[in-house]
């Protein structure tokens, strides 16, 4: 093959996108509760070792080509959009009543707000440092940010307190940290009740994600089950308007099963919102689209929450690897993962219809013949070949996931 010239390369990636097929319209796109995060298409490719890749983008123009995907909603930080130095100044509602505007040419409804705690300097030691001036500051931004949800009529409001813990140990009381953490989600309760009330709204769903390691070493709050003990530890003076957002890499990264923790945040009645991704057991946030690595456990996870409906949104937390250009953003990341997400999504609710999946899932409830209770051998015998229906079940769920249930084969060519 020729080197391909540079004024060629975007004709050749749409046209072998085109031939993988298999795209959804935007209309249908549209009819699944699938948010797009300003964060996630104005990442410029930037890391710790890494300079950006791509150039800057603002909101007018994500948010229309998100619109332009099917994309129906969207999700933002207050400084995505907003300058630190004009939070909660009169300043802020300018570009309040800009995104307004974006968002209702295009169809296009702001989902979810969310506060950034990690990035400017002013968080060095955390949302909930030993300082109080610190911990003000927290407050209003919190309080501030329900505001702007409540303008641009979202329903979630998510907390990542990514850097709520240390480097070094010693220095700081964890309890204390804790406590004081509660009283910025307090105060934002506090206020979504009196927004609210005043607007004649429902109050936002505050969603608290965890994340076990970056950017601290060490987090006070760094897994889902943390959280959930956390909303359930007496400090929270709403806890009633408290749930959780899982991520689902984020638990991967500690060696979970997603699959188990959104399973334990149902059971608590606190699985509101859910960001999507996939990468790598152990490693850092390599924030990769959704179905990348592991589409069959993906496609557990949604049997999981399909089957115990969850409507929350599925929000696209993940970052357009810096190997893509701002083009390939819009035309083959964000597209892909969305389709990957539909597909996984309509084959979760194949499982759930699979007669193969149902008998043998019915055959395990059921169990085998009754044997007397106190006589362990003769329990297990009375089980003992229904047992083999787990390793059938995972092989029809790979089956499923690889279209080999529609009868497809692989055979040997004769003569070798
Ligand atoms: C970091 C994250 C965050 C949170 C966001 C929502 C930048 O790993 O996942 O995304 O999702 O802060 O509040
Ligand atoms: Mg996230
Ligand atoms: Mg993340």
Redesign the pocket.
């Given at each position: 093959m020729a080197p391909i010239p540079e004024n060629q390369q975007q004709a050749l990636v749409s046209r072998l996108m085109k031939a993988c097929g298999g795209a959804y319209t935007p209309e249908t796109r549209r009819k699944y509760f699938i948010s797009g995060?300003q964060?996630?298409a104005a990442y410029q490719g930037q890391a710790l070792f890494h300079a950006p890749t791509r150039p800057a983008i603002g909101f007018e123009e994500i948010i229309r080509r998100y619109a332009d995907i099917g994309i129906g909603y969207w999700?933002t930080?207050d400084t995505d959009v907003i300058p630190t130095e004009i939070l909660g100044t009169e300043g802020q509602w300018e570009i309040v009543s800009r995104i307004r505007k974006a968002l209702s040419d295009h169809g296009v409804h702001c989902s979810?707000v969310?506060?950034?705690t990690?990035y400017h300097a002013v968080w060095a030691a955390g949302p909930a440092a030993e300082s109080p001036g610190v911990r003000e500051y927290a407050k209003l931004r919190v309080r501030n940010t329900v505001d702007i949800g409540h303008e641009l009529g979202a329903s979630f409001a998510?907390?990542?307190p990514?850097s709520l813990g240390y480097f070094v140990q010693g220095a700081i009381d964890e309890t204390s940290s804790l406590r004081w953490y509660a009283d910025a989600i307090n105060a934002a309760c506090d206020r979504d009740v009196d927004v609210a009330a005043r607007k004649n709204r429902p109050t936002l769903k505050h969603c608290l994600?965890a994340?076990p390691f970056?950017p601290q070493a060490e987090i006070l709050l760094p897994t889902t089950d943390a959280m959930l003990a956390f909303i359930s530890s007496g400090l929270l003076t709403r806890p009633e308007m408290v749930g959780v957002?899982p991520?689902y890499?984020?638990e991967l990264m500690w060696g979970a099963a997603p699959r188990a923790a959104l399973a334990r945040a149902l059971l608590a009645g606190k699985l509101f919102h859910f960001?999507i991704?996939d990468g790598y057991r152990l490693k850092h946030?390599v924030?990769i689209g959704v179905g990348l690595v592991n589409p069959l456990d993906w496609l557990n996870v949604l049997v999981l929450l399909r089957s115990h409906g969850y409507n929350g949104p599925f929000?696209l937390?993940y970052k357009p690897p810096r190997t893509t250009s701002q083009f390939g953003v819009f035309e083959v990341s964000f597209p892909t993962a969305v389709d990957r997400f539909i597909t996984l999504w309509e084959m979760a609710g194949e499982v759930l219809s699979d007669p193969i999946v149902k008998e043998a899932t019915d055959a395990l409830k059921v169990g085998g013949p009754k044997a007397p209770t106190h006589d362990a051998a003769a329990v297990t015998a009375a089980n003992y070949e229904l047992l083999t229906l787990h390793e059938l079940i995972a092989h029809r769920l790979v089956q499923i996931l690889l279209g080999l249930h529609r009868g497809r084969v692989f055979s040997i060519p004769s003569g070798t």
């Open positions: 995060p964060w996630a999700a930080h979810m969310t506060t950034e990690f998510v907390y990542w990514g994600e994340k970056e957002n991520e890499l984020h960001d991704n946030d924030d929000n937390d």
